[in-house]
């Protein structure tokens, strides 16, 4: 009887280390998830807002307006709206 209470136990903590395993799988998917989702809106927004601002028609050429733009860029990496 000892040695069934014995495995059973064993039994129920493999269980557990495979629940939280998975629990802990989850958790970091979802956290990826998560930061791809937001790199993707942020991607989003910066593609957006340089297609508004290099408009053939508002800018006098793309080379200037994009000149423009960099310093954006580079305050919005610098602010960590970009991961790696």
Not at 39 to 65: E, H, I
Request: hydrophobic share 35%; with cysteine; glycine share 2%.
């Amino acid at each position: 009887m000892k040695k069934i209470l014995v495995e059973m136990e064993d039994q129920k903590q493999t269980y557990e280390q495979k629940a939280k395993e998975a629990l802990q799988k989850m958790l970091e998917d979802k956290l990826q998830t998560e930061q791809q989702l937001q790199n993707s809106q942020v991607s989003n927004m910066v593609y957006t807002w340089l297609c508004f601002n290099l408009d053939p028609q508002k800018a006098p050429t793309f080379q200037g307006r994009a000149r423009t733009s960099l310093p954006v860029v580079t305050k919005m990496q610098n602010h960590h709206f970009f991961s790696s």
